[in-house]
């Protein structure tokens, strides 16, 4: 099944930028509840789906948060970052979640078992990676999603592996932004070096935790300070 553009649909973004320009516009104080889903969606003429998918673009903007039980209150009127690069933010973080599902546990299986083939053929993606360090942004995650497939096809599950081969488009594209947005490569040009050596090491010695551990933590948070540049 399809997962989709990595960028919010226009009727999203356009819902978005309407409750935006009423926010910014005073419809909703600082402090205010906003209406209802039900109510949002008729004024908006869009779904309930469409309305959540905006307001949850509203939140990465930081002018909105949701209060369980309560409802979603307006926090600011202005945005802490420009608008377009706020939805790629938030559209980044939905590819790294996915991420963190398929490939964590990936990573534990690859470790649990991995041939001496496989070892290998980790081994040369690793090498792959690390000369595209060289390239363009292009190119790297190129070299970077032949990596992570690489200890997909460790795994030795098929359904993983057409999970990860589905979701891989969405994937480069993602990662591509991500490099756009936090410029990690400016003074890193093989950015992550060091923990995918480490992942190779523990699926090799056959530590799933440690693998899955690694992975994780370099997956976790694509905007964490520690991963830009300074």
């Known amino acids: 099944m399809p997962l989709g553009s990595v960028r919010p649909s226009p009727l999203v973004e356009q819902a978005a930028a309407r409750l935006r320009e009423q926010i910014a516009g005073g419809a909703w104080p600082v402090g205010t509840r906003l209406p209802g889903e039900t109510t949002l969606a008729k004024e908006l003429g869009v779904g309930r789906s469409t309305v959540r998918e905006a307001l949850r673009a509203l939140a990465g903007a930081g ?7 309560a409802g979603v209150f307006v ?16 559209a980044v973080t939905d590819v790294y979640e996915v991420r963190m599902a398929v490939e964590v546990h990936a990573a534990r299986l690859a470790a649990r078992r991995r041939t001496p083939e496989d070892v290998t053929a980790l081994r040369a993606a690793l090498e792959g990676r690390r000369a595209a360090g060289t390239a363009d942004d292009a190119a790297f995650v190129d070299a970077d999603i032949a990596f992570h497939a690489a200890v997909i096809a460790a795994a030795h599950n098929p359904v993983l592996a057409d999970l990860f081969a589905e979701f891989s488009p969405v994937l480069r594209e993602g990662l591509i932004e991500l490099l756009s947005l ?9 950015t992550g070096d060091e923990a995918h050596e480490a992942l190779v090491r523990a699926v090799a010695d056959g530590d799933a935790e440690g693998a899955a551990e690694v992975l ?13 540049p300074e």
């Open 216 to 228: 994780r933590g370099e997956l976790e948070d694509p905007f964490a300070p520690s991963r830009k």
């Open 63 to 69: 002018l909105v948060r949701s209060r369980q039980g």
């Open 182 to 190: 936090t410029g990690l490569r400016a003074d890193d040009p093989d």
């Open 75 to 90: 926090i600011a009127t202005e945005p802490v970052e420009d608008w377009p690069t706020r939805l790629r933010r938030a």
